[in-house]
């Protein structure tokens, strides 16, 4: 029986997944998911520095002459105290003086002679400019945990540590094969009655672009023999991921051959269009997932349930789907009845559902960069109407300038 989509979406996030780990050095850990929780061991800053190149003294002497006694630089190592009407010149980053209460930056200083200034900016406060241990990072503080997304900011607080080399999951090794001898792949020659399989290229990649080790190992014939043959040389993988074949035709031996070798059903069916047809399950530690022929429907159901397993597959703790919130650019009719993926366009602002949506067509995910997923009951939307963007493809840039400043 068809489960719905939201205890489809739950039965994957609550799958008992624990992937395998790696050691590897922070550089190559951009996209990868950390395998353990850590925790600062150096505070940050980690010692009081100026933020600004000037003067560091005691606030109480703001309104007098004052004598400039020394200069600091970043990285000197000087035991400087500060007496009374005293102060050093200072650079941006250098270890301000114990005693000193204010950094006045260079250009509100009016210099008397080269040992002598005078403040102008009457209005500085007391620790101004003074970048201070521990307010950035404690130690002990965590600053990755066990699942998060590495990107190249938490690689800057990586190395701010001294870590070298982090724990990340394995990346899960995905195959995927292709069957139906009526689908030519596109390197092949075919004829008029044939066309070209786009399934398997859009999974193979779209699984890269993901961060998963994929394999594409052939294409089936219409036996289950031959579909026996590439599914038990592909037991060695975390996902195995195919389309079309599970349907009642005659030449749609995808199933049988599944069943032959244990197959254990998850779910079959979901209450969405498109993509009803979508089977899920495994054999012994390894899980598969077959989505439907048709090409849109294909790729959609990927976006909306294949990618929350790949996250899971990843070790990722971001595993719900998230959205953003738009206007609806044009009047939406919908057949209700099922939950609905309306792939679509968002410029910014307005979310322009795509007109050509049939579950075969091709061309209509290149030209979309995000989908709304409406409601059962829903059986219209008039334009202007909120709705709820799911990305799936952004860099997000556009082809024409637009005004990108908030202003007040």
């Given amino acids: 029986m068809a489960l719905s989509v939201n205890n489809a979406l739950k039965t994957i996030i609550e799958l008992n ?10 550089e190559e850990s951009t996209n990868r998911v950390c395998a353990e929780t850590i925790y600062a061991k150096l505070p940050l800053p980690r010692f009081n520095n100026s933020a600004m190149d000037g003067y560091a003294l005691k606030f109480e002497d703001i309104d007098k002459e004052i004598k400039v006694i020394d200069t600091v630089f970043a990285g000197d190592n000087k035991d400087i105290n500060l007496e009374e009407a005293n102060c050093v010149k200072i650079m941006t980053g250098a270890v301000v003086p114990q005693d000193a209460t204010l950094v006045v930056p260079k250009e509100n200083c009016i210099e008397i002679s080269d040992e002598k200034i005078k403040i102008e900016d009457k209005d500085l406060k007391k620790f101004s400019h003074i970048r201070f241990v521990g307010e950035d ?21 990586l190395s701010s540590q001294g870590i070298s080399y982090i724990k990340v999951y394995k990346k ?34 779209r699984c890269k672009e993901l961060n998963c080790d994929v394999t594409f190992i052939g294409q089936a014939r219409d036996s289950v023999e031959s579909l026996e043959s590439l599914i038990k040389n592909s037991l060695d993988a975390d996902l195995i991921i195919t389309s079309g074949g599970v349907s009642v035709g005659d030449a ?38 077959n989505l439907p022929g ?60 795509e007109d050509k949506r049939l579950p075969g067509m091709v061309a209509t995910l290149s030209r979309s960069n995000c989908i709304i997923v409406l409601d059962e009951n829903v059986a219209l939307l008039k334009k202007d109407s909120n709705v709820k963007l799911l990305p799936i493809n952004w860099k997000f840039f556009r082809k024409d300038y637009k005004d990108y400043l908030t202003y007040e």
């Fill in 17 to 26: 997944i624990e992937p395998n780990f790696e050691i590897i050095p922070i």
């Fill in 137 to 157: 990072v404690n130690c002990g503080e965590e600053i990755l945990s066990k699942g998060d997304e590495i990107n190249f900011a938490n690689i800057t607080l």
């Fill in 294 to 353: 048709n090409p849109l429907a294909s790729a959609l159901i990927f976006e909306f349930f294949g990618k929350v397993l790949i996250q899971k597959l990843l070790g990722s703790n971001l595993l719900y789907p998230n959205c953003i919130n738009a206007k609806l650019a044009v009047d939406l009719k919908n057949k209700k009845g099922r939950i609905t993926i309306i792939p679509g366009s968002f410029d910014g602002e307005f979310f322009f559902p």
């Fill in 172 to 205: 899960p090794k995905v195959i995927v094969f292709a069957s139906g001898e009526e689908l030519k792949l596109h390197y092949e020659k075919i004829e008029d009655h044939q066309i070209y399989n786009s399934n398997t290229p859009t999974l193979l990649t």
């Fill in 252 to 289: 749609d031996f995808t199933n049988e051959a599944f069943l032959n070798l244990g197959f254990e059903e998850i779910f079959k069916g979901i209450k969405i269009k498109p993509g009803k047809p979508t089977i899920f399950g495994k054999i012994n530690n390894t899980y598969i997932l």
